[in-house]
């Protein structure tokens, strides 16, 4: 086995670990570390670092855990994360936790963190309402105090004292994250034969839950790998992933996205990972402020996050020509009510600008994905034949 192979495979064994081993096994190796799990999309991971943490993120139990107890829990309507986080939690799959960050996401979230509460999971469950109004003097005042926030509810747990140097170190660890992300998603976009998606979603997957440092190493192995001249260039479009920014799709589904003829060298997978574009100001006497400023004025746009100045529609365009895409598959989990509403915004301005797309949703424990291959090989087909054609009809 390759060293690339190899760590493909130890970031997928560590991803998908249902039980969090490697986080119950990192607090274990020194008094005082506390493990902090957060809920997609998005989270100031810096500060849990920061404050002598590992922040986890939680993606819930995808096809590779039956649900039962926790249907009880949700009605049938709502998307499906929601009971699978439930059915994990009641497992004790999570009892090493110290905490639990929900991020606002939609009302689904919302109520879930409700329930964490109700049921006393953790030593303290927040609901992090992240700025809606992106004018510094309110919107970022208002995320500095939800920061705040959240290190007093960790000092409360190891009794730990933030300071701006251990910030600023923090951040300095998660903008040479992002970076190695970046160069990576750059690199892929020029070969993306030498990387697989599913191959790619396993290492940044693993990034969520293992400690940043060991995450940069594997990153930096992972890109000096790929610039060699590794793989072969197959018959594909390249394509952009949209949607699919909260519940997490099975790997069946990106395998039958690849395998249908596309290339996917842009997404909206593990989101959070890489909301803020470019990196934070590490040397500031204010360090909160810093994260504040560049979530208010460089974050990614997402459906759960609503900035009237900048429409999503024109984001989304400006992505598939810099990625040199030739169309974008919207893939939206089952009742996932910030990606749907949003889907008709994104499809009639691609339907006016001449933009080619195909819309399909799922369930992340749904592993049946024949039709979508289908449809999506047709489109990719059809692009095959008549990319220089214009776009007059589009698949939804």
Known sequence: MSNLESIIQSCKEVAFDLDFKQAKAWKGESPGRIVVGYLPIYMPREIVHAAGGLPVGIFGGGDRKPIVKGDAYYQSYICHIPRSVMEMVLDHQMDHFDGFVFPSICDVIRNLSGMFKQHGFGRFVKYLDLPQNFVPEIGGRFYIHEMEHILRYMRE???????????????????????????????????????????????????????????????????????????????????????????????????????????????????????????????SDDPLEAIAHAYLTRSRYSSSIYDVHQPKEDRLEA??????????????????????????????????????????????????????????????????????????????
């Open 157 to 283: 747990v190891n009794g730990k004292e933030v300071t701006a140097e251990d910030l600023n170190h923090s951040i300095r660890l998660y903008n040479r994250n992002r970076e190695l992300i970046e160069q990576i998603y750059d690199l892929r976009e020029e070969f993306p034969w030498r990387l697989s998606l599913e191959e790619w979603y396993y290492v940044l997957r693993a990034g969520t839950v293992i400690p940043v440092e060991e995450h940069n190493e594997r990153l930096h192995a992972v890109l000096e790998a790929i610039r060699q001249p590794i793989g072969t260039p197959q018959d594909r479009i390249k394509v952009v992933l949209s949607g699919a920014f909260c519940e997490q799709p099975a790997i069946g589904l990106i395998k039958a996205i690849e395998d249908a003829g596309c290339y996917v060298v842009e997404d909206d997978l593990m989101l959070g990972s890489r909301m803020i574009l470019g990196p934070i100001d590490d040397q």
């Open 319 to 396: 992505l598939v020509q810099q990625r040199n895409a030739s169309g974008v598959i919207f893939a939206s989990a089952s009742f996932c009510d910030p990606s749907l509403l949003d889907a008709p915004i994104f499809q009639n301005a691609f339907n006016v600008r001449g933009l080619r797309y195909i819309a399909f949703q799922y369930s992340e424990n749904i592993n049946q994905f024949k039709v979508i291959k289908e449809q999506v090989g047709a489109f990719a087909d059809s692009i095959k034949l008549w990319e220089d054609e214009p776009a007059e009809v589009s698949i939804a």
